[in-house]
């Protein structure tokens, strides 16, 4: 398996949550031998499809995602410029893709059709 995901519609559908998301080892950005990855970008997929979920659920592609572990955190800032929010409680690290930020990471996966 390369990845998983879970996806939640919350709070009267004003976003979408992305329960779980993990990617094997092998793709994961934050292990050390990064140079060494088998597959790249899966979690950056998992979220793009977290926003894609979130627009056809009437939630406007916002969608919000925890960080396990502190490289996560500066992973999803940096390459995302995921934005962070109060966490529900103490330990994980909140973040929300919304508006522009959103569009952008979901236009990366969409394929213009000619007519």
């Not at 996806?7 to 559908?13: G, P």
């Not at 979690?43 to 396990?68: H, P, W």
Request: net charge negative; aromatic share 10%.
């Amino acid at each position: 398996m390369i990845a998983l995901g879970a996806y939640q519609v919350q709070d009267r559908k004003t976003h979408v949550i992305i329960v779980y998301a993990e990617s094997a080892p092998h793709s994961n950005p934050t292990m050390h031998l990064l140079e060494d990855r088998k597959y790249y970008g899966i979690g950056q997929l998992l979220i793009a499809f977290g926003i894609k979920y979130s627009i056809d659920n009437g939630c406007l592609g916002v969608v919000v995602f925890e960080a396990k572990t502190d490289e996560l955190a500066s992973h999803y800032e940096r390459d995302f410029h995921a934005i962070r929010i109060p966490s529900l409680g103490e330990g994980l690290k909140r973040y929300m893709l919304a508006d522009e930020l959103a569009w952008k990471m979901l236009s990366n996966y969409l394929k213009e059709v000619s007519e």
